[in-house]
């Protein structure tokens, strides 16, 4: 039979119709949409849009008209790349939703979708299960102490397995996960599912518009859904002393007892909600926008915000605040529109023509326009109160992570913090004349993205992109062509080998140059020997006598630095050796810099070839983070590599081990890792020690750059 409620008048739900009113910010829910690749993110925040009435229809990533992902490249892919901003109203409550991309790739956006959400609604699939994104927001929600929802999506497709998931979740991402509503009729057609909260069946009506009915349910089903209001209950008990004690001495709460500390319980973290649902039909969404609005956090729960003074002090910022701070959690960069900055107030109001105090850069930014973008589509505001999320249009000297204040509250909010990047690619124009362009074009998309990170590098005179996985590299290069006409190649990177000797060995080498005119003469006599590791090139003269002007040393020394930078075994830097320019001879007119410096070179090499040379190789310090069933594969992988393990530790229900592996077998290995761990493989990787290389090794190297210095 239809329940007469709140929760099933859609009509009295949301208001689409114009700008959203003002509200207060105990009604603002600021969330961010998060989980791994293909857990359908984007089609239930099709769902919730389609609910409030902001859609007539919902899109699917299939055709490319969802609101989300509206971005050229994340249409030609049908995956979300960047995240977005949607606004809609539930229940009077304003929902400011950040759809964040699920791709370990794009994990600079959703770190930054996190930063500015007061509470997680993680997505988990409900075929595939949890995933290593899952897991690592999850883990980020956990750092910044915000309560985390979990979204069962999917459990209307045709391999759904809702109690080996749920499982599963509680199994990763700990015991206290309680699921609020579970589906009666999993798979295909799914539309009825027992209802926690309301200890009920909830049935959805076939095609798609959200609307539901609440039935009274007896037998089996009834049983379960009283057994699941009663560990509700028990949640919301141990989530309050006094609480817990009327539970104990009644042996229940009342229902009134039950909603008013309902939203407390989450705040607590006593237990993360899970809601199932089938976002493609658009079955189960409707009650967890429901549960959202009424018992979701907003920016009220924390009273204020942790941040630092110019000095570094610690300092708090209260929400309810006159002074306006607000943060630059993304920037994007689109056409015909500029530089857009998306930023979430915490504090006071912003006005158009305001002028706010960047604290990171110490320098004034006026506000222009304020949009509240909505997708693609964006309304013009005059102003935004504290908790509201909006973006800024071509800001002049501000950036993302940087936090802009009133000069009356000078505070600094926290900074998001993107992970190192983990693959490299050097960039190979196709087309000469384009290097300005490139540089731009790669600055732009370190703003939008500083999970992306670039540098010309002198020492292996190459330009290396590194970014989080092969797709996000892709991408970089996919919009240099589309928005600056660069065609770009990507290329392994060469490895920073070194060149450095065994043993000490000495010369003496001539330059004498006669060619009608003025000629040149000089000659160095000279002495090396190896230096300890990580010491560079030493160079010093013990001359005696008037042999040599002293006047002739920084010549000498100049063209040792030469050779040093060039290379002389193949082609990389010198390293660790130890140069005594200890005599020579000289001309009384021959003898000039450039003679000199020609002498020094060549006296340089001819000892160093007599030094018993040899090359070593850097060699990266690397923690990977794997599942236990993996563990095997992983070690096998680094003993095939050539890896040396130092270390494996239990992190929660992951496997966490350190290793020392050659530079040379770690190109793409982020790839390697996810196809090796069903994508749940994470490693990240810092510079160790150079050492010496195994002599196979060495020497094709060697012949491969004498190969290279015949063909130029």
């Not at 490319?64 to 809609?88: C, F, K």
């Not at 909260?197 to 609307?211: A, C, H, I, N």
């Not at 857009?340 to 915490?346: A, K, P, Q």
């Not at 290097?435 to 590098?457: C, M, N, T, W, Y």
Request: include cysteine; aromatic fraction near 6%.
């Amino acid at each position: 039979m239809l329940q007469e409620s709140e929760s099933t008048d859609f009509a009295n739900k949301f208001n689409h119709l114009g700008k959203m009113k003002d509200h207060k910010l105990n009604d603002i829910r600021n969330l961010a949409v998060l989980g791994h690749a293909s857990a359908g993110k984007t089609t239930l925040c099709e769902a919730m849009l389609a609910n409030t009435g902001n859609i007539k229809r919902m899109g699917s990533i299939a055709d490319g008209n969802t609101v989300s992902d509206y971005h050229a490249d994340e249409r030609e892919h049908q995956i979300s790349i960047h995240s977005s901003l949607l606004r809609m109203e539930w229940l009077g409550v304003e929902l400011n939703v950040v759809d964040a991309p699920g791709s370990p790739d794009f994990i600079g956006d959703s770190l930054g979708a996190l930063a500015v959400a007061d509470f997680a609604l993680i997505v988990v699939d409900a075929v595939a299960g949890v995933g290593f994104i899952t897991e690592r927001m999850w883990a980020e929600a956990d750092r910044l102490g915000i309560p985390k929802f979990i979204v069962l999506n999917g459990v209307d497709k045709e391999n759904a397995d809702v109690p080996r998931v749920v499982e599963e979740i509680k199994h990763i991402l700990g015991d206290k996960i309680f699921p609020m509503t579970l589906p009666l009729n999993q798979g295909p057609g799914a539309s009825r599912f027992l209802d926690a909260m309301r200890s009920k069946v909830v049935e959805y009506k076939p095609g798609g518009s959200g609307r539901f009915e609440e039935q009274d349910v007896d037998g089996a089903d009834g049983e379960s859904v009283n057994d699941m209001h009663r560990q509700l209950i028990e949640f919301v008990a141990e989530s309050d002393d006094s609480l817990l004690e009327t539970f104990f001495e009644k042996g229940e709460l009342s229902e009134e007892e039950l909603r008013s500390h309902l939203h407390n319980a989450i705040q607590s973290q006593a237990f993360s909600p899970l809601f199932c649902t089938g976002a493609a039909s658009n079955v189960g969404v409707a009650r967890l926008m429901d549960f959202i609005a009424k018992f979701g956090s907003s920016p009220l729960d924390r009273r204020s915000i942790s941040c630092e003074s110019p000095d570094g002090d610690p300092i708090e910022v209260d929400v309810e605040g006159s002074e306006p701070v607000i943060f630059i959690f993304k920037t994007l960069v689109e056409e015909h529109v500029g530089a857009l900055s998306f930023f979430r107030i915490y504090s006071g109001e912003l006005k158009s023509g305001d002028t706010l105090y960047n604290i990171n850069t110490d320098e004034n930014e006026r506000i222009g326009q304020i949009l509240l973008p909505n997708g693609k589509e964006r309304e013009a505001s005059d102003h935004l109160k504290s908790g509201e999320i909006g973006a800024l249009v071509k800001l002049k000297g501000t950036h993302t992570n940087d936090t802009l204040c009133s000069p009356k509250l000078k505070a600094r909010l926290p900074r998001i913090e993107y992970p190192a990047p983990n693959i490299h690619a050097a960039l190979k124009l196709t087309t000469r004349g384009d290097e300005e362009k490139v540089a731009e074009g790669l600055s732009v998309i370190h703003e939008e993205d500083p999970a992306f990170q670039f540098r010309a590098d002198p020492e292996l005179k190459q330009t290396i992109l590194s970014g989080q996985g092969e797709i996000h590299l892709k991408a970089v290069s996919e919009t240099l062509k589309r928005r600056y006409n660069i065609e770009i190649e990507l290329d392994q990177p060469r490895i920073p080998y070194r060149e450095t000797i065994h043993t000490k060995a000495e010369s003496k080498y001539r330059h004498k140059k006669q060619s009608g005119g003025a000629g040149q003469f000089a000659e160095v006599w000279m002495r090396i020997e190896p230096l300890p590791r990580d010491s560079g090139v030493e160079f010093g003269h013990s001359l005696v006598g008037n042999n040599v002007d002293r006047n002739f040393v920084p010549s000498v020394e100049k063209g040792i630095r030469v050779a040093e930078s060039d290379g002389i075994l193949a082609g990389y830097q010198v390293c660790d050796v130890k140069i005594d320019f200890y005599d020579g001879k000289q001309h009384p007119v021959d003898s000039k810099d450039v003679a000199f410096q020609i002498a020094g070179k060549q006296a340089f090499r001819e000892a160093f070839m007599n030094a018993q040379p040899h090359l070593i190789e850097p060699v990266l310090q690397v923690k990977i983070r794997t599942p236990e069933e993996s563990l095997g594969n992983i070690l096998g992988d680094l003993s095939v590599r050539g890896g040396r393990v130092m270390g494996t530790e239990t992190e929660g229900h992951a496997q966490v081990v350190t290793a020392e592996i050659p530079a040379r077998v770690m190109h793409a290995y982020a790839t390697d890792l996810r196809s090796m761990t069903g994508g749940r493989g994470q490693h990240s990787e810092s510079f160790s020690h150079y050492e010496n290389m195994p002599k196979d090794m060495e020497q094709k190297v060697i012949s491969e750059a004498s190969k290279q210095s015949d063909a130029a």
